[in-house]
């Protein structure tokens, strides 16, 4: 079955760096669009980039220019280095293959246990 198994995450300072990973099984990782998606407390989970398999990235927003999505196909993992970390980016960060129209959705019901980034000033 899918599995994904998310690390990384910890206690910044704002202004620093962080480097997440994601180890995924159960599925063929290089034929799949990958992302991360993020929730901050009380809020609903957002999704935050995505990489295809094909290499083409997308960032949001609110994270582009401090964030970048890279994947390995051989070792079945995604990443997610964030820069310039600011107290707004704290929330547990999920991955998941993306699926839809607009290619911002989870394609899997089940989620892994997130990695909690926390920024502080």
């Known amino acids: 079955q899918v599995q994904l198994v998310e690390s990384g995450g910890g206690l910044v300072q704002a202004g620093g760096s962080l480097r997440l990973s994601c180890a995924a099984s159960?599925?063929?990782?290089?034929?799949?669009?990958m992302g991360w998606f993020r929730q901050a407390p009380g809020m609903e989970r957002e999704f935050v980039a995505r990489?295809?398999?094909?290499?083409?990235?997308y960032h949001v927003d609110s994270v582009k220019g401090r964030f970048t999505i890279s994947r390995d196909n051989g070792e079945n993992t995604v990443y997610l280095q964030m820069n310039s970390l600011k107290s707004e980016d704290t929330a547990v960060y999920y991955c998941?293959?993306?699926?839809?129209?607009?290619?911002?959705?989870?394609?899997?019901?089940?989620w892994g246990q997130g990695t909690q980034v926390t920024v502080f000033s």
């Open positions: 990489i295809l398999s094909n290499g083409i990235r």
């Open positions: 998941n293959s993306i699926a839809g129209t607009t290619w911002t959705t989870a394609r899997f019901d089940s």
């Open positions: 159960g599925f063929t990782f290089s034929q799949h669009a």
